[in-house]
């Protein structure tokens, strides 16, 4: 019986152990405003964000809208980008200027800054819900002694 009871204990002490030990992602900046998601203190890739993520439904919405904003900032980056350069290469082939891909081009990229600062916005918010769900690492562990009285359980 006494080693049925130790041996119960034991277990309890890793089921709390694995529960205890989910940690947070965390959000650091890199460089000109780029942020990157580290979990353990290694980077992560959206694919692998979205499958630590994906316990919290919440957070896992929160995180698609944001992608869907990059997705959008992205589109118009490079299509204002392609006008960009179908001008310069118009303007290079000495044929007539017309400025209309100008226009175009610089409002596709003037309007991808905003977005990519909702992107930015809402990804932080989503990591900041997936946080709120997982329990905080605790240094101290379940310890079983034995001692002059007995057995002792210590928290």
Do not use: H
């Not at 959000?27 to 979205?50: A, H, I, T």
């Amino acid at each position: 019986m006494p080693r049925l009871l130790l041996f119960l204990l034991l277990l309890t002490q890793s089921i709390c152990w694995a529960q205890l030990t989910q940690e947070r992602i965390e959000v650091k900046s890199r460089f000109l405003g780029e942020f990157g998601f580290f979990y353990n203190d290694r980077p992560l890739n959206l694919r692998q964000l979205k499958q630590i993520m994906a316990v919290n439904e919440e957070a896992t919405q929160q995180l698609e809208t944001a992608l869907n904003y990059r997705k959008a900032a992205g589109i118009g980056s490079i299509t204002g980008m392609a006008f960009m350069g179908y001008y310069l290469f118009e303007v290079s082939q000495d044929r007539p200027e017309n400025i209309w891909p100008v226009i175009v081009g610089g409002t596709l990229l003037l309007a991808a800054i905003p977005l990519n600062a909702i992107y930015s916005n809402k990804a932080e918010k989503a990591i900041e819900t997936y946080n709120e769900g997982v329990p905080y690492n605790r240094s101290s562990s379940i310890q079983l002694e034995l001692s002059g009285s007995g057995l002792v359980l210590r928290f």
